[in-house]
């Protein structure tokens, strides 16, 4: 079936680690988006990429980087200049310039610092 | 700036009564605005979308939204709430040059036995 791979669903890091969360997607969408899930506050962008080898910051890329070498891969690693990386993490895709397209989600990456 | 606000953290009713999860907009230009669920520890499902056309739109579940302009509202419905709707609703518009979605904070519905 069609649709977007998180991995991992839990992960742990110790404060000064750089971490990677893997976003795969097998529907064909040009356009990825990586969002930031805090309780009371919706939905963050971080960064988003609409082809390959192209990728834009969002409202919060600071601490943050990526990726988008394949059009079906886009990786975001956390790292450790995240000063409060512990958040639920989402992946999206779209086709691109689809302003009537919804966004495809996947099942998310929970980050704990420990 | 395009964006959409949910005015309620919280919407409780009784199974078999109708809900309702409101949602205004603030855009520029023709309003793409969306709806999502989100179960617990989950990705966001999409419901249902207005680009154009019929004010009321139809989505997955039983769900249906109002477009309204003069009130600049998007408002989820839904004629009678189940226990398994119970979940976190996002209303959400496209935006701007980035075609990102922009999203509310999110109501949670519960729907009591």
């Known amino acids: 079936d069609g649709g977007i791979t998180q991995s991992p669903k839990y992960l742990f890091r110790k404060e000064g680690q750089n971490v990677t969360l893997s976003c795969e997607q097998n529907l064909n969408h040009d356009a990825m988006y990586w969002y930031r899930q805090d309780p009371g506050q919706g939905l963050r962008l971080i960064y988003y990429?609409?082809?390959?080898?192209?990728?834009q910051k969002g409202d919060i890329a600071e601490g943050y980087s990526v990726s988008r070498e394949k059009k079906e891969s886009f990786p975001l690693t956390v790292t450790s200049a995240q000063k409060n990386p512990t958040a639920f993490y989402l992946c999206?895709?779209?086709?691109?310039?689809?302003?009537?397209?919804?966004?495809?989600f996947g099942e998310g990456s929970r980050l704990t610092v420990l | 700036a395009q964006s959409v606000a949910q005015p309620e953290d919280q919407v409780n009713v009784a199974e078999g009564n109708p809900l309702t999860v409101k949602c205004t907009y603030s855009v520029s230009g023709n309003p793409y605005l969306f709806w999502y669920v989100q179960y617990p520890n989950r990705g966001l499902q999409f419901l249902l979308k207005y680009i154009t056309g019929d004010n009321l739109v139809k989505g997955s579940y039983g769900f249906e939204a109002e477009f309204n302009k003069s009130q600049t509202s998007f408002h989820l419905k839904k004629p009678s709430a189940l226990v398994s709707d119970s979940a976190l609703y996002f209303c959400a518009v496209r935006v701007g040059v980035r075609n990102d979605m922009r999203f509310g904070a999110g109501t949670r519905l519960t729907v009591k036995p």
């Open positions: 999206a895709s779209s086709n691109a310039g689809g302003w009537a397209g919804e966004l495809f």
């Open positions: 990429s609409q082809i390959v080898n192209d990728f």
